[in-house]
């Protein structure tokens, strides 16, 4: 991906203006052909065929499409726990029950999200996942994620670090995703795994 920044715009700002504007060219037959080809990768991974509990998230709009695959896991007997945003950006975490668990949950004027309407578990719930799937804009050849610029998922690694818990961390993304490299801060982590629909990728084993 060719990545040139506007004058006083972030590398990071940039490469998500770039990112985005791609996904929003995807149609609906995309959409749901990557989410159906995101799920049969993904559900061959050992870390998720080994899980007793995954905390996952809802796709949205453009992203690379979860449904599928939540609902296999939840077929499979697996926890699923989806987040639920918080005032701070922080995100609280409830059951994944199929779709009908779920609530689509407007906040502000951001996109709307759709997120586990029953039982709230805490913000702590996470530190209990045998594996975590992340959203994501971009993954690089060191497995550094590029997010939104929420920081929601920082707060997520941050708590997993504290509390000495070592999940496998898999993001899901688009095969025009996987760049040469993400700029970086010092807070951010490093994934174990890439999932994109022609394929996985590994960066490290987890812990």
Do not use: C
């Not at 499979?76 to 918080?86: E, F, K, T």
């Not at 497995?143 to 000495?164: F, I, K, P």
Request: glycine residues 12%.
């Amino acid at each position: 991906m060719r990545h040139i920044a506007r004058p006083g715009e972030s590398d990071k700002r940039s490469l998500r203006r770039e990112i985005l504007a791609v996904r929003n060219g995807l149609t609906a037959d995309d959409l749901r052909e990557t989410s159906i080809a995101l799920a049969g990768r993904a559900l061959k991974l050992p870390e998720l065929g080994q899980a007793g509990t995954v905390a996952a998230y809802v796709s949205v709009g453009s992203e690379p499409g979860t449904r599928a695959l939540l609902d296999a896991l939840h077929a499979r007997g697996v926890r699923v726990l989806l987040p639920a945003l918080l005032p701070d950006n922080d995100l609280d975490w409830g059951p994944y029950e199929g779709g009908a668990s779920l609530a689509r949950v407007q906040h502000g004027g951001r996109m709307a999200l759709f997120e586990p309407a029953g039982e709230r578990l805490g913000p702590d719930a996470v530190t209990t996942a045998d594996a975590v799937l992340l959203p994501g804009l971009a993954v690089d050849a060191r497995g550094m994620r590029l997010g939104r610029g929420g920081g929601s998922y920082d707060r997520v690694l941050a708590r997993l670090e504290q509390a000495g818990a070592h999940p496998a961390l898999v993001v899901l993304l688009y095969d025009s995703e996987v760049v040469e490299h993400v700029p970086e801060e010092p807070h951010d982590r490093p994934v174990h795994a890439v999932v994109t629909p022609s394929g996985v990728r590994r960066f490290r084993p987890a812990s």
